[in-house]
């Protein structure tokens, strides 16, 4: 068959993603980039694909194509190979692409794992690192706010065990054994993980357990959502005549629940900027915690979701009236918030697509 090759502009156009597999992730996150209004049509997809379908990010149509699905569309790009589609998208007079998947390689010699760091999200904050080792990888094992979008047009298998919060998720004993197992089958592994891999990934226990099976493990830092959520939102953490320092606290437990060993008392007292993650249902508790250990109520705070992503959304406000601002405009997560002068201060360096939300 001869072919022509073309780049598609896909941006704002509606686009219909047709597939199996992991294979959907980086096809749909790669089309949500481009700026697609992207709609699936598979019976089953990956946890990542859910997840961004729980929100709002695309339509999963939770069943194969159909007819009216193509009358509805620009483009219809397929990961598997259906004669039928390709014969109803003729007749539909709409455009079929077709993107090859990757099976699995397999090598001779040993195998390995590089950890890396993906991000915040956005493709542009994956490291030089990253990158390279994601383009000399045969298998990538990636998360769900990893910059899965990267992986668009790579020729890599890619697995997916995303844990969604209070949705599916693999357990991290089954994610240590599919990485040792596939370095010991010789493959190069990449386990792509969103932010710094050490921050609240564990990172750790993955070089571990691939230490304790003898293989061989290369960490490639990320840049830390902790970091780029509150640049990306305007926010810088440290500021001469404001703060000295800052502090990055997981609120995935309240403040009161027995398992938090956090000692908000001394972060509200500690003077430097207080930075929170995973702490979008905690967040009344933990800006009562703060106010009932002395911090003003006054002091500004701020909450910055999908950060990187086109999704990107700011609320600012203070101590006392963030929890509400953040549920009055329905921001969910991914998110950070950033508790401390410097959340006063004026937006710096945000790009003009990063649309604020006044408080
Ligand atoms: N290793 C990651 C953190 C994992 S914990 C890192 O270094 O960034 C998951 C939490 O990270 C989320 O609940 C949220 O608080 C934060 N997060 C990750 N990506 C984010 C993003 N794009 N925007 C806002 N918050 C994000």
């Not at 090598?107 to 991000?119: E, Q, S």
């Not at 932010?195 to 609240?200: A, E, I, K, M, S």
């Not at 939102?233 to 437990?253: A, D, E, K, M, W």
Request: hydrophobic fraction near 45%; charged fraction near 20%.
């Amino acid at each position: 068959m001869t072919t022509y090759t073309a780049e598609l502009d896909v941006e704002g156009r509606r686009v219909l993603l047709v597939g199996e597999g992991a294979s959907l992730v980086g096809e749909a996150t790669g089309l949500l980039a481009a700026g697609a209004r992207l709609t699936i049509a598979a019976p089953a997809v990956p946890a990542t694909v859910e997840d961004l379908a729980s929100r709002g990010l695309l339509i999963w149509t939770g069943a194969g194509w159909g007819i009216p699905d193509l009358d509805t569309a620009d483009l219809v790009v397929a990961t598997t190979s259906d004669p039928a589609l390709d014969a109803a998208c003729r007749t539909a007079r709409v455009w079929l692409v077709h993107r090859r998947t990757a099976s699995p390689r397999r090598r001779n010699g040993a195998g390995r794992v590089t950890l890396v760091g993906g991000g915040p999200g956005d493709p542009g904050l994956l490291t030089v690192a990253g990158r390279d080792a994601l383009a000399a990888a045969d298998v990538v094992v990636c998360d769900r706010l990893a910059p899965v979008s990267a992986l668009a047009g790579l020729d890599v298998e890619v697995v997916d065990v995303a844990k969604v919060p209070r949705g599916r998720s693999t357990s991290q004993e089954a994610i240590n054994a599919l990485l040792v197992e596939r370095a010991r089958s010789g493959q190069h592994v990449v386990r792509l993980k969103g932010g710094d891999g050490y921050v609240f990934g564990r990172g750790g226990e993955e070089a571990i357990a691939c230490a304790a099976a003898s293989v061989e493990v290369v960490v490639v830092p990320g840049v830390s959502s902790a970091i780029a959520g509150p640049a990306l939102g305007g926010i810088p953490l440290t500021h001469r005549g404001l703060s000295q320092g800052f502090s990055v606290v997981s609120g995935h437990v309240a403040p009161d629940d027995p398992a938090s060993t956090v000692d908000y008392g001394a972060l509200a007292r500690s003077g430097t900027t207080l930075v929170l993650l995973m702490a979008v249902a905690t967040l009344p508790a933990i800006l009562e915690a703060l106010r009932d250990a002395g911090l003003p109520p006054t002091t500004p705070a701020a909450t910055v979701a999908d950060a990187g992503l086109p999704s990107q959304r700011v609320v600012r406000s203070t101590v006392a009236h963030l929890a509400e601002t953040v549920q009055a405009n329905g921001l969910g997560a991914p998110a950070i918030t950033v508790v401390g002068e410097v959340a006063g201060l004026e937006p710096l360096g945000v790009r003009p697509q990063a649309h604020e939300t006044p408080a």
